[in-house]
């Protein structure tokens, strides 16, 4: 079946620093891949979307490009903010709509 | 404005006894979901509904159920047989289920065994 791998975290960074949350993917056919961030006690709200190979998705910084032929998904930010702090999730919809999502990782920034 | 409401946001299960947890939604979505998260293990999924009146299974639908009885509505029980109820639990909604397209979550549930 689908599955997502993310880097482990937590993750802390200073302020200012550049981020990297590792992410790659198993699907059969071609699935569209999400970042999702969730704040402490709230639920998870979309980052970005890529919904085929080589495209780049892009918000508030962050980005990510959809990488077929290393099936990768990783998210990047050159300078990472404290209100940036707070769990962000890969996940890939793959076939039948359903939803596979990553174990989170926890990102911390300090001033 | 259009979202998802969950409530209560914390509840607390006395041992054999049943709770339903609420997820109603305005943005006239037809398909719903019920996701579980543990600390560090990610979403998992209860069940989940593309329209009125249906309902499948997700990978931990055992000890939980649900109903779709209107369209911006998906209450999720939780039963006795769920051993391991304490979690935080999320409802989300898509327009139509379609693979490129976003969920949108409610606020959660955190649900306590006492």
């Known amino acids: 079946g689908d599955s997502v791998t993310q880097m482990e975290g937590p993750v802390t960074l200073s302020e200012e620093a550049f981020l990297t949350i590792n992410c790659t993917y198993t699907?059969?056919?071609?699935?569209?891949l999400f970042w999702y961030v969730q704040y402490p006690g709230e639920g998870l709200q979309l980052l970005l979307k890529?919904?085929?190979?080589?495209d780049k998705g892009s918000n508030k910084g962050f980005e990510a490009t959809y990488r077929k032929e290393t099936t990768s998904f990783h998210l990047e930010k050159g300078s990472v903010q404290v209100s940036d702090s707070a769990v962000y999730f890969c996940?890939?919809?793959?076939?039948?709509?359903?939803?596979?999502f990553g174990t989170g990782t926890k990102l911390q920034v300090i001033p | 404005d259009g979202g998802i409401t969950q409530s209560p946001k914390y509840l607390f299960r006395k041992e054999g006894q049943n709770v339903t947890l609420s997820c109603e939604q305005n943005?006239?979505?037809?398909?719903m979901y019920w996701y579980r998260q543990d600390p560090g293990q990610g979403l998992r999924l209860i069940y989940y509904?593309?329209?009125?009146?249906?309902?499948q299974k997700g990978d931990i639908a055992e000890g939980y159920s649900v109903s779709r009885e209107k369209k911006e509505s998906f209450p999720l029980t939780v039963t006795s047989a769920q051993k391991n109820p304490t979690a935080f639990y999320l409802c989300?909604?898509?327009?139509?289920?379609?693979?490129?397209?976003?969920?949108?979550f409610g606020s959660g549930t955190q649900l306590s065994v006492l």
């Open positions: 943005l006239n979505h037809d398909a």
């Open positions: 996940a890939l919809t793959g076939g039948y709509q359903k939803v596979t």
């Open positions: 699907a059969t056919g071609y699935p569209s």
């Open positions: 509904s593309q329209i009125v009146n249906d309902f």
């Open positions: 890529a919904t085929k190979a080589d």
């Open positions: 989300a909604s898509t327009g139509t289920g379609a693979t490129n397209e976003k969920l949108f």
